[in-house]
């Protein structure tokens, strides 16, 4: 299987609720290796592009506020299929939509306390790893 390497983001939601641990260990056990994190502040500039697509929608600011509200874990992991595994073990971004012994299912509130971000496709994943990694690579 062809290995690919994603990002993720631990939400401040799961960061404040203690859930990081719990969520990383879930990945690891599912076969994704952790080969870069930190943790961070976003900020407004860094948060508009992180959501480029959506920065000019009413809702915006709410998602801004919340993202900016406590510290995030930005994680590069590796794995089998990475991107698409990594997806389909968080469940869909709604938590209250997402099945129990999904991520989301488990831990997740609603459409935005939902306690992870993922990359949706090699190039999303390609361009939000040099975003929050900038030009480290991003195994150690």
């Known amino acids: 299987m062809s290995q690919e390497t994603t990002l993720i983001l631990v939400k401040p939601d799961a960061v404040a609720e203690g859930?990081?641990?719990?969520?990383?260990?879930?990945?690891?056990?599912?076969?994704?290796?952790?080969?870069?994190c930190r943790m961070l502040r976003?900020?407004?500039?860094?948060?508009?592009?992180?959501?480029?697509?959506?920065a000019h929608l009413p809702f915006f600011p709410e998602i801004e506020s919340f993202m900016s509200s406590g510290p995030v874990m930005a994680?590069?992991?590796?794995?089998?299929?990475?991107?698409?595994?990594?997806r389909e073990l968080l469940g869909p971004t709604d938590s209250t939509k997402a099945p129990k012994g999904t991520i989301r299912g488990d831990w997740g509130k609603d459409k935005m306390h939902n306690v992870?971000?993922?990359?949706?496709?090699a190039e999303t994943a390609k361009a939000e790893l040099k975003r929050?990694?900038?030009?480290?690579?991003p195994g150690v």
């Open 132 to 137: 929050f990694f900038g030009s480290e690579k």
């Open 19 to 36: 859930l990081t641990g719990q969520v990383l260990a879930r990945l690891e056990k599912e076969g994704m290796k952790i080969l870069n």
């Open 116 to 121: 992870l971000h993922a990359s949706d496709s």
């Open 75 to 86: 994680v590069a992991l590796q794995g089998p299929k990475a991107i698409e595994r990594v």
């Open 42 to 54: 976003l900020n407004g500039p860094l948060l508009k592009e992180h959501y480029s697509h959506i």
